[in-house]
């Protein structure tokens, strides 16, 4: 007979992070579905048309990241993401072979503390370098016509801005395949995204584990 678990239940996600996070997503993908296709990878909307639709995804992302920030400041929820060391190691031994062993998951995660150290460098990594590279890049390309008046056409072309915000986008697919990689080493494969639909995370514990912690000391 199968051992049971003992499932604690938290809720993690508040309704806006939620919205947030899907709303992000989705223009995410939608940006990146255009944008390759204005690179000339495939045709779905036809160039002109892609164009626009990707330039409207990108004024509606820097909008929902416009409310997003006013919300993590006044909700105090920037602090999840000030980066740490602490347990970095761990975590990157636990995600290269721990995981692939059935060694428990180094990192507690709680109402105060979401994101694990490597998931904390990760999105710093994801501000610092990956999105100033696409945004740069892209409203560079975007101004494009008004280059004369500020003369940044002497020493700027369109190919290096175009290369540039190429390869930011690449950036951006890894960490996104990445993301969703790491979506799926939750106890089942769909858990962490159920709790980013419901706002209620579970966390499994062993029978050994749980009463251990409940043993007189």
């Known amino acids: 007979m199968s051992e049971?678990?003992?499932?604690?239940?938290?809720?993690?996600?508040?309704?806006?992070?939620?919205?947030?996070?899907?709303?992000?997503?989705?223009?995410?993908?939608?940006?990146?579905?255009?944008?390759f296709e204005i690179a000339g990878t495939y045709e779905i909307f036809g160039f002109q048309r892609a164009v626009e639709l990707h330039t409207l995804a990108a004024w509606?992302?820097?909008?929902?990241?416009?409310?997003?920030?006013?919300?993590?400041?006044?909700?105090g929820e920037w602090r999840q993401y000030i980066p740490t060391l602490q347990k970095v190691d761990a975590m990157i031994r636990y995600y290269a072979w721990g995981i692939f062993r059935g060694a428990p998951h180094p990192y507690r995660k709680t109402p105060q503390k979401k994101h694990n150290p490597l998931?904390?460098?990760a999105y710093l990594a994801l501000l610092s370098m990956v999105s100033p590279i696409i945004?740069?890049?892209?409203?560079?390309?975007?101004?494009y016509a008004y280059w004369?008046?500020?003369?940044?056409?002497?020493?700027?072309?369109?190919?290096?801005?175009?290369?540039?915000?190429?390869?930011?986008?690449f950036m951006m697919l890894?960490?996104?395949?990445?993301?969703?990689?790491l979506t799926t080493t939750g106890h089942t494969i769909f858990a962490h995204v159920k709790a980013m639909i419901t706002?209620?995370?579970?966390?499994?514990?062993?029978?050994?584990?749980?009463q251990s912690?409940?043993?007189?000391?």
Do not use: C, N
């Not at 820097?62 to 920030?69: H, P, Q, S």
């Not at 912690?213 to 000391?217: L, S, V, W």
């Open 60 to 75: 509606s992302l820097l909008i929902l990241w416009a409310f997003t920030i006013f919300w993590q400041f006044t909700t």
């Open 148 to 169: 004369k008046d500020f003369g940044i056409d002497r020493w700027l072309t369109l190919e290096i801005v175009a290369t540039v915000h190429t390869i930011g986008a």
């Open 174 to 181: 890894v960490f996104f395949i990445a993301h969703v990689y």
């Open 135 to 143: 945004w740069g890049s892209g409203l560079f390309y975007l101004f």
């Open 199 to 210: 706002g209620w995370e579970e966390e499994h514990e062993p029978p050994a584990a749980a």
């Open 4 to 35: 049971q678990h003992t499932v604690h239940r938290f809720y993690v996600y508040k309704r806006y992070e939620r919205f947030w996070h899907w709303s992000q997503a989705a223009l995410v993908i939608f940006m990146m579905l255009t944008g």
């Open 119 to 121: 998931q904390r460098l």
């Open 213 to 217: 912690e409940h043993k007189p000391r």
